[in-house]
């Protein structure tokens, strides 16, 4: 009677097994691969003092590619997405800018072409031209050297264009033709890549920061693709980012810092390598916690008073602290409930400014920036959240969140999961 009874419950208990167990298989894990993510869309460092100011001086040096293998691979290995190259675009420097490029190529990064017509300053002796020549000198170069671009390359037409043609507008006064002027040369370089078929970013303007409060006003942003570029150096970080912020707000766009770094003696007065390290560190975490800016360079690579590394290529803890930001820690993992049901909308936000979603396999991703330890906070709504620290120690960070509410049917399978649990452990 009793074994009757016995076989009588488990046959009539198997189905709820049966049921509990299927509704307690864990979703296949989905391994992603470990991808490098930056901490801007656009990050570089310039090699202007050697770019350019030694282009004709080099120009028949062969072992001054020596020299660009070294900067462009140290700048490739911090993380940049791109390598400043200031060489000019007149054809008689064509051979040197290539010699540049190659090296970029060979290392994976991107070339923003940060040159100009040696005409426009007077550079290397070349008489001065006029805004049209300059117009139609640009478009003759890009057209003449297709090969130089490829897509994810940046271009700018007329770095720190205040300096050069008819002059400075805060002394001019012509604002109104120094905007057109900008706005002229951004679409002639973007209909000559588009025609090309390549995809170059044309809108890096980089000027003066009183500059660009004074022409960056709200058309005249929207017509060069929503950027303000500005080459800017302040004695504090803290200075930095509030100037980044006000040009944003009064421009509508983003910043892109085309120059910014420490020390400049006028500025900064002397600093030590540590004083430098220590002021980049403070300005790449403000910098990179403001939604205000969405690209930096670096100036300069080699060869100022700023400088990452020495001219023998070894690192400064200033060129440390700069790939900590543009090289990121990276946080991901799977959110999962308890019943290990993966979890997707699950919004996920770093201490560090950094913000995810999970996917629909309950993933995440992103950079983190810096190395002090982030407050990783897990929330969705339906769940309790949950904050975790995050250190880069561990690969990757697994998360699981509980319902603020239960019913029946989920707490039957939460017993049957400790239940499972225990036999497994048990084995």
């Not at 290397?124 to 297709?146: C, D, E, M, W």
């Not at 929207?222 to 040009?247: C, F, R, S």
């Not at 540590?274 to 403070?282: I, K, N, R, V």
């Not at 979890?343 to 996920?348: E, I, P």
């Given at each position: 009677?009793?074994?009757?009874?016995?076989?009588?419950?488990?046959?009539?208990?198997?189905?709820?097994?049966?049921?509990?167990?299927?509704?307690?298989?864990?979703?296949?894990?989905?391994?992603?691969?470990?991808?490098?993510?930056?901490?801007?869309?656009?990050?570089?460092?310039?090699?202007?003092?050697?770019?350019?100011?030694?282009?004709?001086?080099?120009?028949?040096?062969?072992?001054?590619?020596?020299?660009?293998?070294?900067?462009?691979?140290?700048?490739?290995?911090?993380?940049?997405?791109?390598?400043?190259?200031?060489?000019?675009?007149?054809?008689?420097?064509?051979?040197?800018?290539?010699?540049?490029?190659?090296?970029?190529?060979?290392?994976?990064?991107?070339?923003?072409?940060?040159?100009?017509?040696?005409?426009?300053?007077?550079w290397f002796g070349y008489r001065?031209?006029?805004?049209?020549?300059?117009?139609?000198?640009?478009?003759?170069?890009?057209?003449?050297?297709?090969?130089?671009?490829?897509?994810?390359?940046?271009?700018?037409?007329?770095?720190?264009?205040?300096?050069?043609?008819?002059?400075?507008?805060?002394?001019?006064?012509?604002?109104?033709?120094?905007?057109?002027?900008?706005?002229?040369?951004?679409?002639?370089?973007?209909?000559?890549?588009?025609?090309?078929?390549?995809?170059?970013?044309?809108?890096?303007?980089?000027?003066?920061?009183?500059?660009?409060?004074?022409?960056?006003?709200?058309?005249?942003?929207?017509?060069?693709?929503?950027?303000?570029?500005?080459?800017?150096?302040?004695?504090?970080?803290?200075?930095?980012?509030?100037?980044?912020?006000?040009?944003?707000?009064?421009?509508?766009?983003?910043?892109?810092?085309?120059?910014?770094?420490?020390?400049?003696?006028?500025?900064?007065?002397?600093?030590?390598?540590?004083?430098?390290?220590?002021?980049?560190?403070?300005?790449?975490?403000?910098?990179?916690?403001?939604?205000?800016?969405?690209?930096?360079?670096?100036?300069?690579?080699?060869?100022?008073?700023?400088?990452?590394?020495?001219?023998?290529?070894?690192?400064?803890?200033?060129?440390?602290?700069?790939?900590?930001?543009?090289?990121?820690?990276?946080?991901?993992?799977?959110?999962?409930?308890?019943?290990?049901?993966?979890?997707?909308?699950?919004?996920?936000?770093?201490?560090?400014?950094?913000?995810?979603?999970?996917?629909?396999?309950?993933?995440?991703?992103?950079?983190?920036?810096?190395?002090?330890?982030?407050?990783?906070?897990?929330?969705?709504?339906?769940?309790?959240?949950?904050?975790?620290?995050?250190?880069?120690?561990?690969?990757?960070?697994?998360?699981?969140?509980?319902?603020?509410?239960?019913?029946?049917?989920?707490?039957?399978?939460r017993l049957f999961g400790r239940?499972?649990?225990?036999?497994?452990?048990?084995?």
């Amino acid at each position: 009677m009793i074994r009757r009874a016995l076989f009588i419950l488990a046959i009539g208990t198997l189905p709820v097994f049966l049921w509990a167990y299927a509704n307690l298989i864990p979703e296949k894990r989905v391994f992603y691969p470990v991808e490098r993510v930056s901490t801007f869309p656009f990050q570089s460092v310039d090699t202007m003092k050697y770019s350019r100011d030694l282009a004709r001086e080099k120009a028949e040096d062969v072992s001054f590619d020596a020299i660009i293998e070294r900067q462009v691979a140290a700048i490739a290995e911090s993380g940049a997405t791109h390598v400043a190259v200031a060489t000019p675009y007149d054809e008689e420097f064509a051979p040197m800018l290539a010699r540049w490029i190659s090296s970029a190529r060979r290392h994976g990064i991107k070339v923003w072409f940060r040159g100009n017509l040696s005409g426009w300053e007077g550079w290397f002796g070349y008489r001065k031209i006029t805004r049209a020549q300059h117009l139609s000198g640009i478009v003759s170069f890009i057209n003449s050297h297709p090969e130089f671009f490829e897509d994810g390359d940046a271009f700018s037409t007329c770095p720190e264009c205040e300096n050069g043609g008819p002059g400075d507008p805060r002394q001019t006064g012509d604002v109104a033709g120094f905007r057109q002027f900008l706005v002229s040369e951004h679409d002639a370089a973007r209909d000559a890549f588009r025609k090309m078929g390549k995809d170059v970013r044309t809108d890096l303007f980089s000027m003066n920061g009183d500059v660009a409060r004074l022409v960056m006003d709200r058309p005249t942003t929207k017509a060069l693709g929503g950027t303000v570029t500005i080459d800017h150096y302040v004695k504090t970080p803290e200075w930095l980012v509030a100037d980044a912020e006000a040009i944003a707000k009064q421009s509508g766009g983003t910043v892109v810092f085309g120059e910014f770094g420490a020390p400049i003696p006028d500025i900064h007065g002397e600093m030590t390598e540590e004083q430098q390290a220590q002021w980049l560190e403070s300005a790449m975490r403000l910098l990179s916690g403001s939604s205000a800016v969405s690209g930096a360079n670096y100036w300069s690579a080699v060869g100022s008073s700023t400088q990452l590394w020495d001219s023998e290529g070894n690192p400064s803890k200033a060129a440390k602290v700069l790939r900590q930001y543009y090289r990121p820690r990276i946080a991901q993992g799977i959110v999962s409930d308890e019943l290990g049901r993966v979890l997707s909308g699950v919004s996920v936000t770093s201490s560090s400014g950094a913000t995810a979603v999970t996917d629909t396999h309950g993933h995440y991703s992103f950079g983190v920036p810096g190395t002090e330890t982030a407050t990783i906070r897990f929330s969705l709504d339906g769940y309790d959240s949950r904050e975790v620290a995050f250190t880069g120690d561990t690969p990757e960070t697994d998360v699981i969140l509980r319902p603020i509410y239960t019913n029946p049917r989920y707490r039957l399978l939460r017993l049957f999961g400790r239940f499972f649990g225990f036999l497994h452990m048990a084995q």
